[in-house]
C-alpha cells in the first residue's frame, strides 16, 4: 500500500456489521472469527489497510468457513484501519509489514497451541506483502497472496510454502509482470505455486469490488473460489 490505487472504493462499516459476539483475542489481536476449531484446519484472513472490520472481508471469512475452516480475521492495525484523505504514507510509518508478520506468528503460533493441524494464509494488499514476509518461516502450510503491496525478487527467493498468486491487471503496485517473476522465481526453486492475473480489475478488487460491477463481483468471485481451491489442496 503506498498510494490512491490502494485507497479507492473504501468499505463502509456500520454497528450493524461488526457482530462482536464473534470477537476472540488470538494471539493477542482481537480479531473476528468464523466456524469451528474442531475441524483442526484455520485459514488467517491478514486485511487490507481498511482493516478487520470491512463487511466484505468478513463475508469472506464466513465463505471460507462454510467450506470446513475455521477463520480468522485478526485486527493487526490495534483500532487504527487507514481513513480516506490522511497522506498513505503516514498511516504507513505507524503500520510496517515486519510488524504484522511478527504479530502474525503469535496468532499462527496461537492457533496450533489450541489445536490446529493445518494453517493457510491469505493476504489482501498490505496483507499481501506481510503474508509474504510470514511465508519465509516455514511456519504455515499455504499462502495466497491478492493484488499485494510491493514483493520483490528477494521476497520471492524467501518463500518457503506453496502460494498462490492472485492479481489484478490494473495495479500499480503489484503490476502483473512481477506477480509473474515472483511465479518463476517459486518454480525454479521447486516451491509449488499458482498465477493468475484477472483481466480488466484494480488493485484491491476482491475485497472492495463494486456491487453494482457485474464484471467486479463476478471476478471477485472466481478469485475466492481459487483460493479456497488452493487451501483445499493443501490442507485437507
Known amino acids: 500500500m503506498s498510494g490512491p490505487q490502494c485507497c479507492e472504493n473504501p468499505p463502509v462499516v456500520g454497528s450493524g456489521s461488526l457482530q462482536e459476539d464473534r470477537i476472540e483475542v488470538i494471539g493477542g489481536l482481537k480479531s473476528y472469527t468464523a466456524g469451528s476449531l474442531l475441524s483442526k484446519l484455520a485459514v488467517l484472513l491478514i486485511a487490507d489497510a481498511f ?101 520483490s525478487d528477494d521476497d520471492g527467493h524467501a518463500i518457503k510454502v506453496p502460494t498462490a498468486i492472485l492479481g489484478a491487471e490494473i495495479d500499480e503496485y503489484s503490476p502483473p509482470e512481477q506477480m509473474k517473476r515472483i511465479g518463476e522465481i517459486l518454480s525454479a526453486k521447486s516451491v509449488d505455486n499458482f498465477v493468475k492475473i484477472y483481466p480488466g480489475v484494480v488493485h484491491g478488487w476482491t475485497v472492495r469490488y463494486k456491487d453494482d460491477d457485474e464484471h467486479d463481483v463476478k471476478s471477485a468471485m472466481e478469485a475466492h473460489a481459487d483460493m479456497l481451491d488452493w487451501f483445499t489442496k493443501y490442507l485437507k
Not at 51 to 67: S, T
Not at 77 to 93: F, N
Not at 127 to 143: C, H, R, V
Request: proline share 7%; aromatic share 10%.
Open 51 to 151: 482493516g478487520y472490520e470491512a463487511p466484505k472481508l468478513r463475508k469472506l471469512a464466513d465463505k471460507v468457513a462454510a467450506a470446513g475452516f475455521y477463520v480468522v480475521v485478526p485486527d493487526f492495525y490495534y483500532g487504527d484501519p487507514y481513513v480516506p484523505g490522511i497522506p498513505a504514507s503516514s498511516w504507513l510509518s505507524n503500520h510496517q509489514e515486519e510488524k504484522g508478520c511478527e504479530d502474525a506468528r503469535r496468532v499462527v503460533a496461537d492457533l496450533k497451541s489450541k489445536g490446529a493441524s493445518a494453517i493457510g494464509v491469505a493476504g489482501f494488499c498490505w496483507g499481501g506483502t506481510t503474508l509474504s514476509k510470514l511465508s519465509t518461516y516455514g511456519e504455515i502450510d499455504a499462502a495466497v497472496i491478492l493484488h499485494p503491496g510491493p514483493i
